[in-house]
């Protein structure tokens, strides 16, 4: 019998409502956070000024957004859980996007997964509206306060699957607290409340109240809240404009780096995004100063006319698409870098803080030793005595010299001649400088100095290699990346669309040493590459820059291997660890520090020296 199935036509058939807001909710709500996040940008919309979030079981079973703001009336509720139905637009321009919400699509969703109620006031009476598994009930009073409360119970019941791919209550409990922060970061004048209603005792998890003062106080503030003061107090502020882009916020010092990216924090027009075009481009202005394994912290925010960049290209808006990334990407890398240059040398008051902390007597206890722990602050010895009546205990307390009879005797008090240099000539105000005058030079590599409120150790060779980097950086800047012509041109054959990539850049290349032309069809002719990096396989070079540009949108492969060069170059023509300096030597390499850009971290992101306050140094020693 011959077999007809195969020459049946599949049937086009028109999805109930339903099954349509079923699938909008497969892409808009993809857990329990997505749901949060909408919630909560629909109450910035409605522009609120205290919103408060409650969960239950990292938001499984409950899902409650309460906020003051404008409300809606008993005409709008109906309207509001219609697909496509929003006041955030017109439908005129799709591109004219002032607010976080504009698609219609979040509460049809989550009333088709879950079981939706919104009680909303706009005026004198407030009404309510309930929709379970897509089914809507009819309007009906309600009493609350001025705003909308919108609860969300049993997500995904009406769809089960959908269940089983969600992580544990910790888990989505963190991704929703995560979604609150970043959106608190954008909208400092918000108040934020979230609180975890599972188990016998609410918790609140997080609280935020809205911030005052100027753009960069309120941000600041805000942000010290959110990330932690020790973000805010090692970041630089940032705030630059070009060609219709403005680009404000806080980066970190290269000495405050991560291990992973969770302290980056990315926002375009306030939405939070991860944008590769971005992330590409912080990467670019940190490239100098950290290592591929050490991620920056930032939190920056670009502003621009909704025209110039996209925000409907993905369903859960987390993406974006600019008109000119390569504008916003020179806007990153330059504003960085130069805010970076005017920190001049200095380091995160981390550094300090951590050796302060592996000093204390606890930490020395941790590694062994047992040392009394007191409950109370313990007074060692008097205020401090002076300078002249310090010196002369000193020579009293000195140990007696072989063939002198009694202290009388006693020389001046020299220090040992292995730690200490003893020939220093003090420099007129040098103490007043930021590094401070050099005292000594200890385990011949690291360099004592003495500022007047604490004291500065320095990592000699980490230091001079830095200053010696920038330097070769600066040649190399002012004089042009040297190129060496190939004897015979390498040919590479590539796609037309990866020929026509390279050849859009050919000319930045050429700038950096490396010379390419068309070579018919989609070939191309690599005919010079930079002379530092030596032999090179020029075919593997091009396939990764290319590698680069597609995953993010342009490529400092070539940068980053000569600067790679030169910093191999500056890390040999150094002072090596192990040389003893002179006096002159060590008040010299501080002077290059602090007129050299970033002298305070090496070429991989570690400080390159530690600051201690004497008011820190005295606590450690109970003199407080």
Do not use: W
Request: proline share 6%; hydrophobic share 40%.
């Amino acid at each position: 019998m011959k077999d007809e199935s195969h020459n049946m036509r599949p049937v086009i058939r028109q999805l109930d409502d339903a099954a349509i807001n079923r699938i909008a909710a497969g892409e808009v709500v993809e857990r329990p956070s997505s749901a949060v996040k909408e919630l909560v940008e629909n109450a910035v919309d409605a522009g609120a000024t205290r919103i408060t979030i409650e969960i239950a079981d990292g938001g499984k079973t409950l899902i409650r957004v309460i906020d003051d703001g404008c409300g809606m009336g008993p005409d709008d509720l109906p309207l509001a859980l219609s697909r496509h139905a929003t006041s955030k637009i017109d439908g005129s321009d799709l591109l004219n996007i002032h607010s976080f919400g504009f698609r219609g699509e979040a509460l049809p969703s989550l009333g088709a997964v879950g079981r939706l109620t919104i009680q909303s006031r706009a005026e004198d009476q407030a009404f309510e509206i309930s929709v379970n598994g897509g089914d809507t009930s009819a309007i009906k009073p309600c009493a609350i306060n001025q705003g909308t409360v919108v609860t969300l119970r049993d997500l995904f019941f009406a769809t089960p699957a959908r269940l089983k791919f969600l992580r544990t209550d910790r888990a989505e409990t963190q991704a929703i607290s995560d979604v609150i922060k970043r959106l608190a970061m954008a909208e400092p004048s918000i108040g934020f409340t979230l609180r975890d209603l599972s188990g016998d005792k609410p918790r609140e998890t997080f609280r935020a109240d809205p911030e005052t003062g100027d753009l960069f106080d309120a941000l600041r503030s805000r942000l010290a809240r959110v990330i932690g003061a020790e973000f805010v107090d090692n970041a630089l502020p940032i705030d630059a404009m070009r060609e219709g882009f403005r680009l404000t916020g806080y980066a970190a010092l290269p000495t405050y780096s991560r291990g992973s990216s969770v302290a980056q924090f990315l926002f375009v027009n306030g939405r939070p995004v991860a944008d590769k075009t971005l992330i590409g481009a912080l990467r670019g202005a940190y490239s100098d100063f950290l290592s591929r394994d050490r991620y920056p912290a930032v939190a920056l925010f670009i502003t621009c006319d909704p025209h110039l960049v996209d925000v409907n290209v993905h369903p859960a808006k987390s993406e974006v698409r600019f008109r000119e990334p390569g504008l916003v990407r020179g806007l990153i890398v330059s504003t960085l870098r130069h805010a970076l240059t005017e920190a001049g040398h200095r380091a995160s008051n981390t550094v300090g803080a951590e050796t302060l902390q592996a000093m204390r007597p606890e930490t020395l206890g941790a590694l062994g030793q047992t040392p009394e722990t007191p409950t109370t602050p313990r007074i060692y010895q008097m205020d401090r005595p002076s300078p002249g009546a310090r010196m002369a205990s000193y020579q009293a307390q000195a140990p007696l010299q072989p063939g002198f009879a009694d202290a009388s005797h006693v020389p001046e008090f020299a220090a040992p001649s292995g730690r200490v240099v003893e020939d220093i000539a003090p420099e007129p105000h040098a103490e007043s400088l930021p590094l401070g005058a050099a005292r000594g030079q200890v385990h011949e590599n690291y360099i004592i100095a003495q500022t007047e409120n604490g004291i500065v150790i320095v990592d000699q060779h980490a230091a001079h290699e830095r200053i010696v980097y920038e330097k070769l950086k600066a040649q190399m800047a002012e004089n042009g990346v040297p190129a060496q012509a190939l004897l015979i041109p390498e040919i590479v054959d590539l796609s037309a669309d990866d020929q026509a990539m390279l050849l859009n850049i050919s000319d930045n290349l050429k700038k950096i040493g490396l010379g390419i032309e068309p070579f018919g069809g989609g070939a191309i002719a690599i005919r010079e590459t930079p002379a530092i990096l030596g032999e090179v396989n020029a075919s593997d070079l091009v396939r990764d820059i290319l590698d680069e540009i597609a995953d993010l949108g342009t490529s400092d492969l070539v940068t980053e291997k000569i600067e790679a060069i030169l910093s191999r170059m500056a890390c040999h023509g150094s002072i090596r660890s192990g040389r003893r300096m002179r006096a002159e030597e060590m008040n010299a390499l501080l002077r290059d520090m602090e007129a050299t850009p970033h002298s305070g971290q090496c070429n991989h992101g570690r400080p390159t020296y530690v600051e201690l306050k004497l008011s820190d140094i005295e606590r450690l020693f109970g003199r407080t």
